[in-house]
């Protein structure tokens, strides 16, 4: 395929997207708006709206007119992921925060956020992207980004927490991402009560991961022949151990990841008091390491599907980095 039937089907794909996601964009402006995509996607280097106007054969007083004019991204995004990925239950929504490096005084945000390439706290910006993963096709739409206000103006106006943030934004989005899917995926840091709990109360189904030392119970199994007592029956057993798991309760399976690599694996459903309900746990042994443990509140989800969901929410990274 050249150049030319590719810049076809690309402007053919995002008319069909706009046309069946977006009701209030009139002829006009959705023809803007495909040939500035287009051109965009032409530019060699930066992009400005001389630029724009040099390769796109129009004024640059008209790309600045028309960039004034509110799009739903968020629709228009999902609905792009809908187009190119396949059924619902293959795909799941990947959040993840991300470090912007700035400085300065005066712009809007600016406070301490974590770097996950420096590993600290550093002074910048920061910015919760979302993103439609597939399964099957190991990859990543981008459906948005939402630039996160800093900590001292959350406790001293909203009377938020950081994480209670994240919260209202994923709640502010659920409606259309449960067009999409109602699974979530987040790294560890998101695998807490207030979080977890919250979006199980809106519908979704979490995948995430867990740190090595967290503290499992298997559920307990009724004896039938033991001897009837007084009290409330046990609900839960020993604390888990993962150094040496009761293979009578866990499942084990291999993992074929999407090079070929196999890895023996381990699943139950166990309990968690962390998170305060029992949850499907995936545990991947490694050679003088600690194992990696990946779960889902949803207990009849697939525990190769969990895998591939967490490991496949990486693919968020290259859309930020692109949008960087």
């Known amino acids: 395929m050249n150049v030319l039937a590719i810049l076809k089907d690309f402007t053919f794909r995002c008319k069909s997207v706009f046309e069946n996601t977006t009701t209030k964009m009139s002829k006009r402006f959705l023809n803007w708006l495909i040939l500035t995509i287009r051109t965009v996607a032409l530019i060699p280097g930066k992009v400005n709206f001389t630029r724009l106007s040099r390769y796109g054969g129009r004024t640059a007083k008209t790309f600045a007119s028309n960039f004034k004019t509110s799009v739903d991204w968020m629709k228009v ?3 792009m992921a809908q187009d190119c990925f396949g059924p619902a239950d293959d795909m799941a929504v990947a959040i993840d925060p991300s470090f912007i490096s700035k400085a300065g005084r005066l712009t809007y945000g600016i406070g301490r956020f974590w770097s996950g390439v420096a590993q600290r706290v550093k002074r910048g910006l920061e910015i919760m992207a ?27 106006e909203k009377q938020m927490s950081m994480l209670g943030w994240y919260v209202a934004l994923v709640r502010s989005k659920a409606t259309e991402l449960f067009s999409l899917t109602d699974i979530l995926v987040a790294d560890a840091f998101f695998s807490k009560y207030e979080f977890v709990n919250e979006v199980i109360g809106m519908g979704f189904r979490f995948v995430g991961r867990l740190r090595a030392n967290s503290y499992l119970r298997y559920l307990a199994i009724p004896d039938s022949s033991a001897p009837r007592r007084r009290g409330r029956k046990k609900k839960y057993g020993e604390k888990v151990d993962f150094s040496n798991l009761d293979m009578s309760v866990f499942t084990s399976f291999i993992y074929e990841d ?45 525990p190769e599907k969990i895998i591939g969901f967490y490991r496949t929410r990486f693919q968020i990274e290259f859309g930020i980095r692109d949008a960087k």
């Open 77 to 79: 995004n999902i609905g």
């Open 130 to 156: 979302i993103g439609a993963i597939s399964l099957s096709k190991h990859t990543c739409v981008m459906l948005g980004a939402v630039q996160s206000p800093n900590f001292r103006t959350l406790e001293s």
């Open 258 to 302: 999407s090079k070929g690599n196999k890895t023996r694996c381990h699943t139950a459903v166990v309990h968690s008091r962390a998170l305060k309900r029992d949850i499907r746990i995936v545990v991947c042994p490694f050679e003088n390491a600690e194992p990696l443990l990946y779960f889902s509140t949803d207990t009849d989800m697939r």
